[in-house]
């Protein structure tokens, strides 16, 4: 039925563009409600209306668009980031085993639970080869991020004897590189 809908004259059009854009027929260019991106050279045709509060060059798209939502055209920060969180606490989870390379479709080996938040141990490859234990820790009370909830991922520290280090609240302590990533109210989805 909708094959037939062109030959009894109808024109069906999908203005609707990546990230909230809205294609503007008359220009060729995509709207942001503040601004007008011209997806052929990858940059908008005027200025941030932040200034350099936006960042140092006016005129970026966001530096990859698959980790950075604006869709207003007015933010400079990833999403999962301190000041442009996440919706939800799974989305934040997710991304934050992204960023330490733990497949999000892996089951955890365990779970538990404390007065800050869940934390979930994954077995997972070592570089170089052998399996190695991975940890994402629901962080709720961090004292150096007070009111910001996050999620962190990556390898767990061992001993010489290969078992788990445990930091003082009785979770395993992560290796520096880990991945992060905030939620709370306000963020994005």
Known sequence: MIDDLPSKGFDLRQNLRYAGQYFDKET????????????????????????????????QYAPNPMTWIDP?????????????????????RREAMRQAGIPTSQHPVSQSRNSSGREYSYETTKPGGGK?????????????HPDKPHWEAGQ????????PRMNKYGRPQLRNGKGKAYYGKGGCK
């Open 72 to 92: 207003w055209g007015l933010s400079g920060e990833p999403i999962g980031s301190e000041n442009n969180p996440f919706s939800s606490s799974g989305a934040a």
């Open 132 to 144: 190695g234990l991975s940890s994402v820790q629901e962080q709720t009370m961090d004292i150096s």
């Open 28 to 59: 060729g260019l995509h709207f942001n409600t503040y601004r007008y991106y011209a997806p052929e050279i990858g940059r908008f045709i005027t200025p941030d209306p932040l200034g350099l509060a936006g960042g140092l060059n006016l005129y």
């Open 156 to 163: 767990v520290k061992t001993d010489d004897y290969g078992k």
